[in-house]
C-alpha cells in the first residue's frame, strides 16, 4: 500500500500540470484579446497610411498653379507636412504588425503546451479519493481538517507561485523602460545639439539613440503584453498600454529645416513622457502585487501552523 507521502509527491506533480494548463487557458484567451487590438490598431494605421500616400501623391500630381504655389512655400510646406504625417503613419503600422506576429506565435507556443496537458483532472480526482481514504483511517473530524488543510495550501501555493512569475514580468517591464527613457534622454540631447547646429554628427547620434530606443520600445510592448498574461488568471489589475505615437526615428533623413528638428523633439518628448507614466503605472501594480503576495504568504504560514499542530496531536 502506498504512503501518504508518495500520495502527496504525486498530487502536487499533477497539481502543477493542472494548474499550468488553467493559466494556459487564461493566456491564451488574454493573447486572442491583444490580439484583436493590435489587429485593429494595424488596420487602422493602415488605413491612415494609405490616405496619406494619396495625399502626396495628389500633392505631387499638381498643375502649373501649384507649382507657382510651391515658390511661394505653402505648398512646399505642405507636401513636407503630408510626408511626414505618411511616414508616421508607416511607423505605426509596422509597430502593430510587429506586435502580431510575437502575439501569434506565443499563441501558438501556448496551444501547443496546453495540448500536452490533457487528461490530468481524473488522474487527480482518483488521488485525491486514494489520500481521503487513507487519512480517514487514521480517524475522524482531525484528518479531515487535514484534508481541507492541504487542499487550500496547495491553492495557495499556486497563488504564490503566480504572483512571484506577475511581479518577475513587471520588473521585466520597468527595466525596459527604464532602457528607453535613458536612450529618449540622449537623443533629445542631440537633437537639441542639432538644432544649435551640430551638424552631421549630431544627426547621426540623434538617430542612432532613437533607432536604440525604437527597438526598446517594441521590447516593452512585448514585456509589458507578457505581463498583461501573467496577470490573467491572479489578478483584475489592468496593465496600462505603452503608447508611444507618432515617434520616428528616420523622418528628418527626408526632411530638412528647423521646423523639422523641433518636430521631431517635440515626438522624442511625447514618447519619453509616456514611458514614464506607463513606468509608474507599472510600479503602483508591483506594489499591490507584493501586498497581495505577502498577504497570501501569511494566511499560507497560519495553515503550516495549523497542521503541524493537528500531526502532532495524532
Known sequence: MRTLEDINAELEQVRQKLDRARKLSAVMEDLKAQHEERKRAAEDALKVLYREQEDVEELERL?????LARIRGE????????????VAAKA?????????????????AAQKERAGLEGLRGRWKALME????????????RAKR???????????GAQIRELDEAICAGKDVGYALDQMIGQLDSAAGWGTWDILGGGMLATMAKHGRMNDAQ??????????????????????????????????????YFFDGLFVDLY?????????????????????????????RDRTAERAADLERERERLLAGM
Open 75 to 86: 505648398q512646399a510646406e505642405r507636401l513636407d507636412q503630408e510626408r511626414r504625417e505618411a
Open 92 to 108: 505605426r503600422y509596422d509597430a502593430a504588425r510587429r506586435d502580431l506576429e510575437d502575439l501569434e506565435a506565443r499563441f501558438q
Open 264 to 292: 521631431i523633439q517635440d515626438k522624442i518628448g511625447t514618447a519619453r513622457r509616456s514611458a514614464e507614466e506607463t513606468a509608474a503605472q507599472v510600479e503602483d501594480l508591483l506594489s499591490q502585487l507584493r501586498r497581495e
Open 146 to 156: 487535514l484534508i481541507q488543510i492541504g487542499c487550500d495550501l496547495d491553492s495557495l
Open 63 to 67: 498643375s502649373f498653379a501649384s507649382f
Open 215 to 252: 527597438n526598446t520600445a517594441f521590447q516593452a510592448r512585448q514585456a509589458i503584453s507578457r505581463f498583461r498574461t501573467e496577470l490573467a488568471d491572479v489578478s483584475q489589475l489592468r496593465v496600462p498600454d505603452l503608447q508611444v505615437g507618432e515617434f520616428t526615428s528616420f523622418a528628418d
Open 130 to 141: 486514494e489520500k481521503e481514504e487513507l487519512l480517514c483511517q487514521a480517524g475522524g473530524e
